[in-house]
């Protein structure tokens, strides 16, 4: 069955592969200090076609992204996921899991043409929330994940994620940033 990429609405871009060689992380290093990674990475959307929930039809990009420290082959990042379209509440989803025992499933508004996706998921909802395993939810509960996702060219995008960390014993809370512009280097097969 081929798959219509229109009904994509905003995200319809995204299908393909994608690299970005100048990324920024900063997260808590084994002191609990910030620490600052520069990284390269590659994400693929594969769009699977619509998930239909009753009356709620939405259109289904899945993807795998893998980050590498720059000079090193091994990942330090791995990241599967999926975002939605629903077009008719006019939401874009971003739902994904990292094999550190957490799972997000953020929403935000959109229209079919937005060029500037923006989703957020707050602990302890029940519909945009956050589930982490037992030790991350005492050591480095997220309590807040927005992500701003800005296309700047047919075959370019850049993204700033905020990862909002409440550390065991540190009143704070700690801002675990991502960012990188990436570049479309294949399209998806469809």
Known sequence: ?????????????????????????TAPDGGRFPENTPFREQIVFTPIGPAVNHEQIVHVLSYTRTAWRLREDNPFHLQLGYWLWDPAAKQVMHSFMIPRGL????????EPDSTVLRVSA?????????????????????VRYESTLTFTSPHSFSYEED????????????????RNSLEKTKEADL
């Open 163 to 178: 990862t909002q960390i409440q550390m065991n014993r540190q009143d704070a809370i700690f801002h675990h940033t991502d």
């Open 122 to 142: 707050v602990v302890g909802s029940p519909t945009f929330g956050i589930c982490s395993n037992p030790f991350l939810d005492r050591e480095f509960r997220t």
């Open 1 to 25: 069955m081929a798959i219509d990429i229109k009904l994509l609405g905003p995200l319809a871009a995204l299908a393909g592969t994608w690299q970005g060689s100048a990324g920024d992380d």
């Open 103 to 110: 799972t997000v499933l953020a929403g935000g508004e959109a």
